[in-house]
């Protein structure tokens, strides 16, 4: 039996590399959408968008993920439940650093003005993790720009999400790979919020956000140009 090859297959990181090599004749070195993001935003020669010091929370839009709203999946949590939770979260983390404001960076999808009347921004993401001190949520794709900038990440669920195996397997994929601090924001302690925080402050995991980079992101084969010049240059160099 006749196995056909792709001619060109544009692979994202170590991973697809190993994969794409099976069934491809030529392979070229890529990366994801948001390294276009980080690559434009380091281009930028701007002042801060905001100037005090913050903590960045990434909306995702519970109870029920925006992301999700193509399925016909049951919302993961309650407004209330979620709402509870986070604001507790919220208020814990503005009394451990009285110095810092809390800011969202809601989901493109988002209809809201703000998150719980907190400072809320849209269409910024990458602009605002660039500037962050640290980093809250769930299982953002834009968690990927917090590996890209090394930013310290804490990794939050409630009961709800935890009881949901799909969720809290997405969840724990981040925290594994990306070896996480995670907060149930229905059961935490503000004592080991702030020793939790206060670690993160001081070490930074460049090891294990290298790798992850890597091996999910790019590889670091590839030039760094955004996603439509390296295909259009490799199409017309191979004149297919």
């Not at 434009?40 to 968008?49: D, L």
Request: proline share 3%; no cysteine; glycine share 2%.
């Amino acid at each position: 039996m006749l196995k056909f090859k792709i001619d060109i297959f544009f692979y994202n990181g170590e991973n697809e590399k190993k994969k794409s090599q099976k069934f491809s004749k030529k392979i070229i070195s890529l990366h994801t959408s948001d390294y276009d993001k980080f690559l434009v935003e380091n281009a930028k020669n701007e002042t801060r968008f905001i100037y005090e010091n913050y903590i960045l929370f990434l909306d995702m839009g519970y109870p029920k993920p925006h992301d999700n709203n193509f399925t016909l999946e049951k919302p993961i949590t309650t407004e209330e439940s979620y709402r509870k939770g986070i604001l507790r979260l919220f208020t814990s983390l503005k009394k451990i650093y009285n110095d810092k404001k809390i800011i969202v960076a809601l989901h493109p999808k988002s209809q809201k003005e703000n998150f719980y009347g907190y400072p809320s921004f849209k269409n910024i993401t990458p602009k605002l993790i660039r500037s962050s001190d640290l980093i809250l949520s769930h299982d953002s794709l834009s968690l990927q720009l917090a590996a890209l900038w090394n930013k310290p990440t804490i990794m939050l669920f409630n009961n709800d999400m935890k009881n949901r195996i799909s969720k809290f397997k997405e969840i724990k994929w981040f925290i594994d790979e990306l070896k996480l601090e995670s907060i149930n924001i229905d059961s935490y302690k503000e004592k080991k919020l702030k020793d939790i925080t206060e670690s993160l402050y001081n070490k930074k995991n460049y090891l294990t956000t290298n790798s992850f980079v890597k091996k999910y992101i790019n590889d670091g084969e590839g030039e760094n140009k955004l996603i439509p010049e390296i295909i259009i240059e490799t199409i017309i160099k191979s004149k297919i």
